[in-house]
């Protein structure tokens, strides 16, 4: 069981997503934004599920950076894209990221993805 942390500003989708990860058998945590998911790095995730917006994209490195920093050990970062957030405000913030997905997505296709990166980085648990 890995411990997944999702922030995403829409709490219903937020609480779909850690429902589909529960589902497959990781522990999630869930943040309505980037100050709130600050508080979660004792929480120590294997991964983080972001919503990706354009107000957000500054704030990334230093939250990736904090997660890493506490854990000591590279954070995997997974980002959920609305497609309107697909223009160039956000392309530095995709060297960041393991992988994406263009919302809507298929909740299979999250769990599968979610699988994929936590194996390839090695911070998948049990």
Do not use: C, N
């Not at 223009?87 to 992988?99: E, G, H, M, T």
């Amino acid at each position: 069981m890995s411990r997944i942390l999702v922030v995403d500003d829409d709490e219903q989708l937020g609480r779909s997503i850690a429902r589909v990860l529960e589902r497959e058998g990781h522990e999630t945590r869930i943040a309505e934004d980037l100050r709130l998911a600050e508080t979660f790095t004792e929480y120590l995730p294997d991964l983080v599920v972001v919503e990706l917006q354009a107000s957000w994209v500054r704030e990334l490195p230093a939250l990736r950076e904090r997660f890493e920093a506490v854990a000591r050990r590279p954070t995997p970062f997974i980002f959920t894209v609305g497609r309107r957030e697909l223009y160039r405000s956000i392309a530095p913030a995709f060297a960041l990221v393991d992988d994406w997905l263009a919302k809507p997505f298929d909740p299979e296709e999250l769990a599968t993805r979610v699988d994929t990166v936590l194996r390839r980085s090695g911070t998948a648990r049990g």
